[in-house]
């Protein structure tokens, strides 16, 4: 990785440097640049001297989308050096972080200062302002994304200026920005809602199929946060619920965790993934296993300890947001096709919830939701699988995550997202030379 170590002194133009590739190894750039900003003067230096040199602008994070919505040719703004918790507001209820900070930091920073976010996704490697900038999200009765969190926010905009958003402040620009796909400027700094650290416990527990599915609202409404997956080939689901806790902790043992988070869930699922990869006929007589695998377990630990998990078996996915009331014809309509076409899939269906919100690009932007994720193996052929997939969405008016794989563009999106108009005026007033795009956005906003 080249980096210009002098952005300031240089107005920003860093040097040349090498291929950029995301974390699951599908997209790949290469930028005329790359520059790591330390703090807003240096970031908004940068912007200004690449729209003097004619170069398009986006800012990575960690590469944890599989859409390459960070992909450029043009300046590559790399996140390393603009981290760190800038202040926390204990009175106010509110941490304010630098844009490129891993939710991992954050997340820790917080636990140390007796503090939590109040939902999040299940993993932190990505950094704050990628993650919110695709919709990263976990599940929740009622509570909502992580954009959802953000309280405000500081944006360089095209021509180097930097705007300070919140609901009082420049709000038209807010609402868009918590979740605009970096087409509207480069996020450097946010600030998110936080509140006293509380605890989950967590009830693991496999459940049959049509049990889950016969009791899915059941289940949402009477938990704070449910999720299952369920293994194609088989009729088994594996089911969480996340309620708050009065305690005391109880966290799982380092033996049965390491068992069941990191030999089973990471180790064995890698190797059993591997021989599927090889030997495709296998994966149904695998998933049959995989899904007897993990057992029961109830836990009690701090929240970020409970909605994460690690993730080191690498694949790509494509997830779609569904109204919330079309959740169980939707996963059996999925499971059909898979039955009928004989796919081999060697990774569980995801299925979380969250509420409406007022996000205009949220994929929960007005409605309550139920999310629906479809993987492969990384290096697996995923397409017809996924095609199919994105057959029953798009029948339900699905909205794709904007970081995972789909094949929607800005006309279909218009349809299904009733803001969609009005974020796109937005883009128009503040980045009408496109300064931030690219070809993804291109095709998922419009030129």
Known sequence: MAVSSAVGGSGGRGRATGAWRNWAGNVTARPARSVAPANTEELAAAVRAAAADG????????????????????????????????????????????????LKHLNQTLAAHGLSLTNMGDIMEQTVSGATSTGTHGTGR????????????????????????????????????????????????????????????????????????????ELVTENEHFEFYWFPHTDSCNTKRNNRSQGPAAPPGKVSGWVEDELLSNGVFQVACTVGRTVPAAIPGIAKISS?????????????????????????????????????????????????????????????????????????SGRDTVYIAVHMYRGTPYEAYFAAAERIMTAHEGRPHWGKLHTRDAAYLADVYPRFGEFTALRDRLDPDRLFTNAYLRRVLGE
């Open 142 to 217: 009622d509570s909502a994304s992580i954009a959802a969190q953000i309280t405000a926010l500081e944006l360089v905009t095209a021509d180097g200026s930097v705007l300070t958003c919140s609901a009082g402040e420049n709000p038209d620009v807010f609402a868009a920005a918590r979740l605009g796909l970096g087409a509207l400027g480069v996020i450097s700094e946010l600030t998110f809602a936080v509140e006293p650290e509380f605890l989950l416990t967590a009830r693991e527990e496999p459940m049959p199929f049509d049990e889950v599915t016969d009791r899915f609202e």
């Open 292 to 364: 007897r695998a993990l057992s029961a377990r109830t836990y009690t630990d701090i929240p970020y300890k409970v909605f994460t998990s690690p993730r080191r078996v690498r694949f790509v996915e494509m997830e779609y947001a569904l109204p919330r009331a079309v959740a169980v014809t939707a996963l059996s309509e999925l499971k059909a096709q898979v039955e009928r076409a004989g796919f081999k899939v060697s990774f569980p269906v995801e299925v979380r919830t969250a509420p409406a919100d007022d996000l205009a690009l949220s994929t929960a």
């Open 55 to 102: 170069l398009t602008v986006k800012a990575a994070g960690t590469g944890h989308s599989f859409t390459p919505a960070a992909a450029t040719d043009g300046l590559l703004i790399r996140p390393e050096r603009l981290t760190g918790v800038r202040r926390i507001d204990r009175e106010a209820g509110t941490a304010t972080v630098a844009a490129g900070t891993p």
